[in-house]
């Protein structure tokens, strides 16, 4: 088929209550991005393909405004990663990213010791708007990587869809990184994944970021790609440059700050980000819902395309290694949660 195709508090109790309302207030967009999609509309026509779509890969459009062709899925199970949420069917991204991820979990063994990586979201198989959860993530150039080490057994598919996130900040503490959880293994892995030329970001919570610029001792070439962003404080967020020869794929601005530790990131630590809405201020009005017209045309190509033959033929290398199976994923009901991992990324503000 042709397709034509940020002044600071004065106490840290004051900080502190400002992360709360700033945390409960991210937690209700995400609450409100999880109500049922109407029929028709991107969210639904995307989020409910199963396979991907038959043709060449190619990321179309931008990483939060787009959708994907000839994407593939990363299997369940390989030596050195297991897939996390099998039900949201998210495990489908552009070859690059997939060739990236199963790099960078072999890297990860043997240069730094990591046991392996727990893959979180990629993309939907076509990608496009997800029912939740995320803005990006829609041509399949983004990833989720938990911050937990892969266990040494397997994981049940029940086990994947209820273990619990784990959060590197204290809980009594604004924006500060818990000790008794994070480790230099930690830092060892986000320096090793930033260290890839094709990787254009990867999004983490404001504290992580700070805690790499105050400890950081090794080579801080590449600290400039950690960018702080609302949430990401149980995983991070690898965004991948636009492949070579991608014609369709619309790059991020480059990054201008340096290493980022400097104004961009102190503006994290004022009231600014986390300030409720003035008293007399107009309620926003709820977001128009994305439709496919919205997104670049030859997205509603992707959509009539021809599937793939079977999820088997579309892992990647044909792996069978999956054997591990959850119900699909399904809209969301209105007020249902995903699990709880603090505030649900929203890749906001896109300029980081």
């Given at each position: 088929?042709?397709?034509?195709?940020?002044?600071?508090?004065?106490?840290?109790?004051?900080?502190?209550?400002?992360?709360?309302?700033?945390?409960?207030?991210?937690?209700?967009?995400?609450?409100?991005?999880?109500?049922?999609?109407?029929p028709g509309s991107a969210k639904a026509l995307f989020g409910s393909a199963s396979l991907p779509a038959q043709g060449p890969a190619r990321p179309i459009g931008f990483y939060s405004k787009g959708c994907m062709l000839g994407g593939v899925a990363l299997p369940v199970d390989g030596p050195t990663w297991q897939a996390m949420r099998l039900s949201r069917n998210r495990r489908w991204g552009n070859p690059a990213m997939i060739a990236l991820l199963e790099q960078l979990s072999r890297d990860a063994r043997q240069q730094i010791g990591w046991p392996g990586l727990l893959v979180g979201d990629i993309s939907q198989p076509r990608g496009g708007p997800m029912f939740n959860g995320h803005t990006s993530h829609q041509i399949?150039?983004?990833?989720?990587?938990?911050?937990?080490?892969?266990?040494?057994?397997?994981?049940?598919?029940?086990?994947?869809?209820?273990?619990p996130f784990t959060t590197m900040l204290q809980k009594e503490k604004f924006l500060t990184i818990n000790p008794r959880v994070w480790t230099q293994s930690h830092a060892e892995l986000l320096m090793l994944a930033a260290s890839y030329p094709q990787v254009e970001r990867i999004f983490v919570n404001p504290a992580i970021k700070k805690k790499m610029c105050d400890t950081w001792r090794g080579d801080r070439t590449n600290l400039g790609k950690l960018r702080p962003i609302y949430g990401h404080d149980s995983h991070f967020h690898i965004r991948m440059k636009c492949p070579p020869g991608a014609a369709d794929c619309k790059p991020q601005a480059p990054i201008t700050d340096g290493d980022g530790c400097g104004k961009s990131l102190a503006w994290w630590f004022t009231k600014e980000p986390w300030a409720p809405p003035k008293p007399d201020a107009r309620p926003p009005k709820p977001p128009r819902e994305i439709m496919v017209a919205d997104l670049p045309k030859v997205c509603a190509a992707v959509l009539d395309a021809p599937a793939a033959a079977s999820m088997t033929a579309s892992t990647d290398g044909g792996s069978t290694a999956t054997a591990l199976t959850a119900a699909p994923a399904t809209p969301a009901a209105a007020g249902d949660l995903l699990p709880a991992v603090g505030p649900v990324p929203t890749d906001k503000p896109l300029v980081q």
């Open positions: 088929m042709t397709f034509r195709l940020a002044p600071s508090f004065q106490t840290i109790g004051r900080l502190a209550l400002a992360g709360i309302i700033g945390a409960s207030l991210i937690a209700g967009d995400a609450e409100a991005q999880q109500k049922q999609p109407s399949g150039l983004d990833a989720d990587i938990w911050l937990m080490p892969m266990p040494t057994r397997r994981m049940t598919a029940e086990e994947r869809e209820d273990l």
